[in-house]
């Protein structure tokens, strides 16, 4: 995307190059490149012909001028654009819509949505294992002494819940940034591995003696509940990056 704005004041001309990331390899130098051509051109412009002549055109004239210019060019780029592909909403897709899959990209693409959702949901889904972390100890720190489960103890675990689904909204921009600075490939690899050392994390929590390291084991739950969640979140992210082996889907 390029963006050019002119000062009225002073003459001066602004041009703003946009490339968009994870679409081609080494954006910014891209648009470095298109920067530097850019200048490159407009510092060495043609020479007016001296047989033009010098009458100020009205813009009636610039502007049929022009029409009769793009006419043709026009015509020839709705005639290739008849046979080209077209997306769900009918808009035509002037490059290759053939794709880059296979039935190994398929059953590839199968397996990381599946990845993506076996990774995630150690907060989301708390709730359905809430009664076995109560018959576990988990924060038995509110019972009494040698006591295993008590009434105290399933507050104490809403209120882990609680904080820790706080952790894992709160996880949701960074996760989206690093999808975008880091593309799909790494991000979702690298989501999958801090999940993994986090659910590790919670099982070594889950060991301790709830009455003996009450705060350490509340402390590593509400945090590694919460960024086990975010990075399954950015593990199942991944799947977005198949998109672009499929252009007639989208």
């Not at 509110?142 to 675990?157: F, I």
């Not at 979702?188 to 919670?202: D, F, K, N």
């Not at 009450?214 to 198949?242: E, K």
Request: charged share 10%; aromatic share 6%.
């Amino acid at each position: 995307k390029v963006n050019v704005c002119t000062s009225g004041a002073s003459g001066a001309m602004v041009i703003s190059i946009m490339v968009t990331n994870n679409v081609v390899e080494r954006p910014r130098d891209l648009a470095v490149a298109l920067a530097a051509d850019i200048e490159r051109s407009l510092l060495h412009l043609p020479p007016i012909d001296a047989t033009t002549p010098s009458r100020r055109l009205s813009l009636e004239d610039t502007m049929a001028s022009q029409v009769a210019l793009m006419k043709p060019l026009i015509e020839q780029d709705a005639e290739r654009l008849k046979d080209a592909g077209h997306l769900a909403d009918g808009t035509a897709f002037a490059g290759d819509s053939s794709g880059a899959y296979s039935t190994s990209t398929h059953l590839r693409l199968a397996l990381s949505a599946l990845i993506g959702l076996l990774v995630s949901g150690p907060t989301a889904g708390m709730q359905f294992y809430m009664v076995t972390l109560q018959h576990t100890g988990a924060l038995n720190s509110a019972c009494q002494l040698g006591a295993q489960t008590c009434d105290e103890q399933l507050s104490m675990l809403q209120g882990l819940f609680m904080f820790a689904m706080f952790v894992f909204l709160w996880s949701g921009m960074p996760v989206g940034y690093l999808y975008d600075v880091l593309g799909a490939q790494t991000a979702s690899c690298g989501g999958a591995v801090v999940s993994a050392i986090c659910l590790a994390l919670i099982a070594f929590a889950l060991s301790l003696d709830g009455q003996a390291w009450p705060i350490a084991q509340f402390v590593i739950l509400v945090l590694c509940l919460g960024l086990a969640d975010g990075g399954g979140l950015l593990a199942s992210m991944g799947v977005l990056g198949w998109i672009w082996h499929y252009p007639r889907q989208q």
